[in-house]
Structures are given as C-alpha cells and as structure tokens.
C-alpha cells in the first residue's frame, strides 16, 4: 500500500517520491532509470559487506538448487547457530524466525512466561518492531510521522507497556517503584538506533541492567541493528549490560529475512517443545537465510571491523567539515563504529525527546541535494546511516561536492 511495504521508504517524511532500486554491487545501487548512488543505508544496516558480495551470492545460488524450503529441520540451522554463538556466547540456546520485529515479540513472550509477570518496560524513541504492546512512543517511522503509536492497538495491550526517556536512570527506577511486581523484562536497544543515533551514558547500561534484577525482571538486549554491525558478536556486554535474553537480525541473515532470539538456557526452555511458550514459523531457519547468514559471518574478520570503524570515523569528520564549512548550525553528527546520525539540531542529542527537536524541513532538503548528486541517505531525520565494507577512501572522497550541495540546500532560506 502506498507503493511501499514499509512505510518510511515512501519518502512521506522528506517528501517527493520513492526511489525504486534495481540492483547494486559493493557501495553502490542502480535505480530502474539507470542513476546510479552512493549507499548509505544498506538495507537498513544488514549490507554491512556492501551489495551483492560474491561469496553471499554464491552460498545462495548453491543451497536453493538444493530446494527452496522444507519446513523441517536441516544442517544450515545448526551451523549458523554455532557461529553465532560462538561468536555472541549469551544466547546459550537460540531459535531462528523470520523477522527483527518477530525475534523481539518472541523474545517478550518467553519473558512473561518464565516470570509469569505482564509488563513490560520500553524506552521512548526506541524502535522494536511493530508488535502491538513495543509500539508505544516508538522511534524511526511512527515518530517521523508525528503518530505517538499505531491504530489497530487495543489500549489494554499498549497497558501493559511502561515507556521511560532512554538515558534516564531516574526516570527507570520510578517505574519500577510503582510496577516492580509486574515488570517481567525491560527491552533496550544497547546503542539506540531509531531516534538517530543515541549511544548510552557512561554507566548508564549497567545501571539499568541492575535495577531490572534487583526487582525480577529480565533484560532484553535488542541487538537486531548493533548485533555484529559494531563488533563480532554482541556490543552490549562491553557497555556494561548482563542480559537475559538477545535479539538479533539483519547482518546475522546476509541480506535474506531473518531474526534469532536467545539466551539463558533455563529460560529458553520454556520454549515449546520443551515448555509452554508456543512460537512457531513454517520459514523459520529457512536454508537460504541460514547459508547467507554462515556465509557473511565467515566474512566478518577484525580487519572488516578496523576498516568499518575507519571509514565511519572518515565519514563523520567529512559531514562536520563541510557542515561547518558551508555555516550550518546548529548541526550534530553522532558516530557509533559504522553507525551515524545526522541532526540538525544542537547536541549531544540523549533521548527521543532531543532528537525529535531537529530541524527536519533542512534535512529533507540536505536528503534531497544529495539524492539528485548521486548519496542515498536515509529518507528520515530520525534514521541511522550506515557504511558498509564496501565504502572506500575514494568513494568518501567522490561524494563530497554532492555532502557539500546537500549543506549549502539545508541552510539555503526556501521560498
């Protein structure tokens, strides 16, 4: 509907129509009239390897002559969940479905069953799929559309879900002051990356992770974005975080549909087969996805990581010279490894509520500017940039006159 299946490709947030892509190899994409862009989303983040990587291609190419799907177990299964979790060692026991938004609903589901509690604690701005209950004060297209939920969702649903401000320890341990008893889990992303790109206070993980068990409740690492983007495995460890249970979603399937969720083993037992938390998938661990996702995995060595984190560091230094070349202000850029997030606004932007203060008639415009020389960027001021291993030196360097065109039409007065 809409000409689109997910509503912030319609360019309904910065206007004028939607780019119909056909193709793309390593950082680039072709659209269906033959311009070709530099991409700077990648799928939403799961290109972390660029578009079409010959080794991704080929592992799909050789499973489907094998047969499409069985909806029955096989080997791929198994073996991607060995890398995954040896790579991302909290999801001692793991389940493939077909989605992030399905991975995290799932992930929510075997919290209420092993708590035997029904609330759940979310934080504004943060984005966990469209679920009924995670859509409350979600980030990325509900926010960017000024809707502060979805029609559809019962008000006993919504009910059952707390919305704190990200960042705010306070805020948190009021919640569960008054809900404690009825917390069953709290669900975060490590690294936001729906509001823009907001990364944790110093602490901040840690703290939270401490008020949610002193009470019962569980954590819930939503990794689907920064699962295997910001290092091999899992990022929220090493900000301070003990989770229960993780989500995880787009690298983890190289470019194919897919979600995993995971974690403590007594919890994930009470999984069906072996518990009373029924969760079922006739694609669930669909073999392409699963010989995508070994196949990208085997990819991701350090010297990807070295180079992610060098060209996003290249990428954030460009926007800010030219940005302050060009006399924008107030303009902030926030960078996490290969994740950017482009305000036009005063920062550090901490929580929702600061992002959705930016200035996003400029964006629009500065989107716009760099579309028509040759950058796709996200089609929303409230989305992530990404940099794939694909993006080069030369490529940064390329795109510049079209960052610069894109500045100088943000800051220009319209008439």
């Given at each position: 509907m809409g000409g689109v299946n997910s509503p912030v490709r319609s360019f309904r947030a910065v206007g004028g129509s939607p780019v119909f892509f056909e193709g793309g190899r390593g950082a680039y994409l072709n659209d269906v009239d033959g311009r070709k862009y530099l991409d700077l989303v990648g799928s939403w983040g799961a290109n972390i390897l660029g578009n079409a990587p010959p080794a991704i291609v080929a592992a799909v190419r050789a499973t489907a002559k094998k047969g499409l799907t069985f909806g029955a177990p096989s080997p791929l299964e198994h073996e991607l969940a060995e890398e995954i979790r040896t790579a991302a060692p909290?999801?001692?026991?793991?389940?493939?479905?077909?989605?992030?938004?399905?991975?995290?609903?799932?992930?929510?589901?075997?919290?209420?069953?092993?708590?035997?509690?029904?609330?759940?604690?979310?934080?504004?701005?943060?984005?966990?799929?469209?679920?009924?209950?995670?859509?409350?004060?979600?980030?990325?297209?509900?926010?960017?559309?000024?809707?502060?939920?979805?029609?559809?969702?019962?008000?006993?649903?919504?009910?059952?879900?707390?919305?704190?401000?990200?960042?705010?320890?306070?805020?948190?341990?009021?919640?569960?002051?008054?809900?404690?008893?009825?917390?069953?889990?709290?669900?975060?992303?490590?690294?936001?990356?729906?509001?823009?790109?907001?990364?944790?206070?110093?602490?901040?993980?840690?703290?939270?992770?401490?008020?949610?068990?002193?009470?019962?409740?569980?954590?819930?690492?939503?990794?689907?974005?920064?699962?295997?983007?910001?290092?091999?495995?899992?990022?929220?460890?090493?900000?301070?975080?003990?989770?229960?249970?993780?989500?995880?979603?787009?690298?983890?399937?190289?470019?194919?549909?897919?979600?995993?969720?995971?974690?403590?083993?007594?919890?994930?037992?009470?999984?069906?087969?072996?518990?009373?938390?029924?969760?079922?998938?006739?694609?669930?661990?669909?073999?392409?996805?699963?010989?995508?996702?070994?196949?990208?995995?085997e990819q991701l060595t350090p010297a990807v990581y070295r180079d992610l984190e060098t060209t996003g560091a290249a990428l954030e230094e460009q926007v800010r010279r030219l940005a302050d070349e060009e006399g924008v202000a107030p303009f902030t850029v926030q960078r996490v490894g290969s994740m950017l997030g482009i305000f036009f606004a005063s920062g550090p932007i901490t929580n929702a509520q600061e992002a959705e203060l930016c200035d996003r008639a400029r964006y629009a415009r500065f989107f716009h500017a760099a579309l028509d020389h040759g950058v796709y960027l996200p089609p929303s001021a409230l989305e992530t940039t990404f940099v794939s291993a694909a993006t080069r030196p030369r490529d940064l360097a390329r795109a510049e006159p079209a960052l610069r065109a894109a500045f100088h039409a943000a800051w220009e007065t319209p008439e």
């Open positions: 909290s999801l001692k026991r793991m389940r493939f479905v077909s989605s992030g938004t399905e991975a995290v609903m799932s992930a929510v589901r075997v919290a209420r069953g092993f708590t035997t509690r029904p609330k759940v604690v979310k934080f504004a701005g943060g984005y966990h799929g469209h679920s009924d209950g995670l859509l409350a004060r979600a980030g990325s297209g509900v926010a960017t559309h000024s809707l502060p939920d979805s029609a559809g969702v019962p008000r006993s649903v919504v009910g059952e879900t707390i919305v704190v401000p990200y960042n705010d320890r306070d805020a948190l341990e009021r919640a569960f002051e008054r809900h404690g008893a009825s917390i069953a889990a709290v669900v975060i992303e490590p690294v936001a990356g729906n509001m823009g790109v907001v990364p944790p206070a110093l602490g901040y993980l840690a703290e939270v992770g401490r008020i949610a068990h002193r009470h019962g409740a569980l954590m819930i690492a939503d990794e689907v974005m920064t699962g295997f983007r910001l290092r091999r495995g899992t990022i929220h460890e090493s900000l301070g975080l003990r989770a229960d249970l993780v989500t995880l979603g787009k690298i983890v399937g190289g470019g194919m549909p897919i979600g995993v969720y995971g974690g403590r083993q007594e919890i994930m037992e009470t999984v069906a087969p072996l518990g009373p938390v029924y969760q079922a998938g006739t694609l669930s661990g669909h073999p392409l996805a699963m010989a995508a996702g070994a196949a990208m995995l």
